[in-house]
């Protein structure tokens, strides 16, 4: 059995998987990680494990994991991987964001693929048809647009993405909304346009928390995952256990 542990800012998504089938998902905040992979090591024998954060690793999670689990990957730039990276400061890069490709990789293999993740960041990452991943960008996020706007200027109200969205606001509320959500909806259509002029069978996931949200608002088609990551990091570490 894997155990899957990707950590987030506030929030963790734990995925239990048997081979390449997931088997149980939960999400916890972050200060009840540890106790809940104790219930969950509890219940079942783990032979591998990932930890992937977005920030340092835990070394009280590494230490709970490394205990009681034979295999243990904590990747970084130095992991291997089942794409080749070309990435001029793979050091620097996320590992939200190779887990994005590597998943995204394995589900559709031989294909272009842009992978755009709306969380707290957008990111825009792409690898082509020949599992090589060439880079992104990197853009505020959906809250983040609408607390930059709130906090950064004197008088523009704290907006929330839900309610009225008409192309042209008639209201402060609706001019802020439809600014961020309209203009984040434009920015990921133009990032798919542009590069669907270059690679034509262009193969678009969708991922993170704000999938949902977007997805149907999207012009182009895309295909929303929400664990596309957590299927990226049993990627890993099922290529890592091979070696």
């Known amino acids: 059995m894997n155990l899957i542990i990707d950590q987030g800012n506030t929030v963790a998504k734990i995925s239990l998987y048997a081979g390449d089938k997931e088997v149980l998902f939960r999400k916890t905040e972050n200060p009840a990680l540890s106790a809940s992979i104790d219930e969950l090591m509890s219940e079942h024998r783990f032979e591998k494990a990932i930890y992937s954060s977005v920030a340092a690793d835990d070394d009280r999670i590494v230490d709970l994991l490394k205990k009681n689990i034979p295999l243990v990957i904590q ?4 992991t291997p991987l089942p794409v080749k990276v070309a990435y001029k400061t793979p050091e620097t890069l996320g590992k939200d964001r190779l887990a994005g490709v590597v ?4 589900l559709h293999p031989g294909k272009d693929i842009l992978v755009v993740d709306a969380g707290t960041a957008v990111t825009f990452d792409f690898i082509d048809a020949q599992g090589v991943y060439h880079g992104g960008n990197i853009a505020p996020g959906l809250q983040m647009r609408f607390k930059a706007l709130h906090e950064f200027t004197s008088k523009l109200p704290q907006v929330t993405p839900e309610g009225e969205l008409p192309m042209i606001g008639y209201s402060t509320e609706t001019a802020v909304r439809s600014g961020v959500v309209n203009g984040l909806i434009y920015e990921i259509d133009g990032y798919i346009r542009d590069l669907r002029k ?13 999938t949902f949200f977007l997805a149907a608002k999207l012009k182009n088609s895309i295909f929303a995952d929400t664990k596309l990551l957590i299927k990226g990091l049993n990627r890993i570490l099922n290529y890592n256990a091979d070696l």
């Open 198 to 210: 270059k690679y034509p069978d262009l193969f678009v996931f969708l991922t993170g928390g704000d």
């Open 75 to 78: 990747p970084d730039d130095k």
């Open 103 to 106: 998943g995204a990789c394995y």
